[in-house]
Nanobody, 123 residues
Framework: QVQLVESGGGSVQAGGSLRLSCAASGRAFNLLTMGWFRQAPGKERELVAAVNWRGGNKYYGDSVKGRFTITRGNAGNTVYLQMNSLNPEDTAVYYC????????????????WGQGTHITVSS
């Protein structure tokens, strides 16, 4: 079993930055893809960013391209989301997610979820 623990949430004013971290523990050696989803009040959960095992292939949702950067730690069991130029539309609960072999994307059924961390951006 794998546990995902997020940290780094909080409140920030528009234009500010935050960095989220997610650490995987347990049987984390075969996590092929890790990333972040978010869910705003009254909206569906959406994929924000994802990165593959080696960190070479990255995906970004249209609403965060150019503002958010996802990276993966050298050991492969951590993932970070640097969020710049935040705006109130980024307010949501952010969830770390991971899929293990053989899933290479964060679409469809997700194997593991973090507990979620709140981000509030005020104008």
């Amino acid at each position: 079993q794998v546990q995902l623990v997020e940290s780094g949430g909080g409140s920030v004013q528009a234009g500010g930055s935050l960095r989220l971290s997610c650490a995987a523990s347990g049987r984390a050696f075969n996590l092929l893809t890790m990333g972040w989803f978010r869910q705003a009040p009254g909206k569906e959960r959406e994929l924000v960013a994802a990165v593959n095992w080696r960190g070479g292939n990255k995906y970004y949702g249209d609403s965060v391209k150019g503002r958010f950067t996802i990276t993966r730690g050298n050991a492969g069991n951590t993932v970070y989301l640097q969020m710049n130029s935040l705006n109130p539309e980024d307010t949501a609960v952010y969830y770390c997610a991971a899929n293990s072999y053989p899933k290479t994307t964060l679409t469809g059924d997700i194997d593991y979820w973090g507990q979620g961390t709140h981000i509030t951006v005020s104008s």
